[in-house]
């Protein structure tokens, strides 16, 4: 089936109309706030069998994906699309859903977002390497050029590693 972007806004109607909310962040990422309605399943989980067993008695078979900004809901969308199930994806997900003003809901000791913690820890590789390349060894600005190569790779590929990773970290668990 084919794949469809939505405004937030649109998400409640689809809600409403019986579409399952499904969101892929990590399960510390959806305590520390989520889209009124929605379940969590982890990315690394997502399934088509996974996805259908959470539409026990709905008929629509629409499943509409949320993440924090919108690129692991897409490669849910990828990995569900020849399952037969319609797939809609919030454009800018969680992010942009608690921006334009729908009903959210939070869990007490949330830990921040994966893509901040992606921030985290690149600047402070970053960091190191010019402080090392400086006063230890110059071959230490490598690590600070590693990490940016890497940073453009996830932003042209929509694809980070650095993030993967830490969403299996203990605290996202």
Request: a positive charge.
């Amino acid at each position: 089936m084919e794949t469809s972007e939505i405004q937030p806004q649109a998400l409640l109607a689809a809600h409403q109309q019986g579409a399952l909310l499904l969101d892929v962040r990590s399960p510390a990422e959806f305590r520390s706030g989520r889209v009124q309605g929605a379940v969590n399943l982890p990315l690394e989980n997502v399934t088509a069998e996974s996805v259908r067993s959470l539409l026990v008695g709905n008929d629509q078979k629409t499943v509409v994906l949320l993440c924090a900004s919108g690129g692991r809901a897409r490669t849910a969308a990828q990995r569900l699309a020849s399952s037969g199930l319609k797939t809609l994806v919030v454009q800018g997900g969680t992010n942009s859903c608690a921006q334009a003003g729908l009903p959210m809901d939070k869990d007490a000791g949330g830990v921040i977002s994966v893509e901040r913690q992606v921030r985290i820890a690149a600047g402070s590789l970053v960091a190191t390497g010019v402080i090392l390349g400086t006063w230890v060894h110059p071959g230490f600005y490598g690590l600070s050029g590693f990490i940016g190569a890497g940073l453009v790779f996830a932003g042209v590929t929509d694809w980070c590693g650095m993030g993967l990773l830490l969403a299996r970290a203990p605290w996202n668990k």
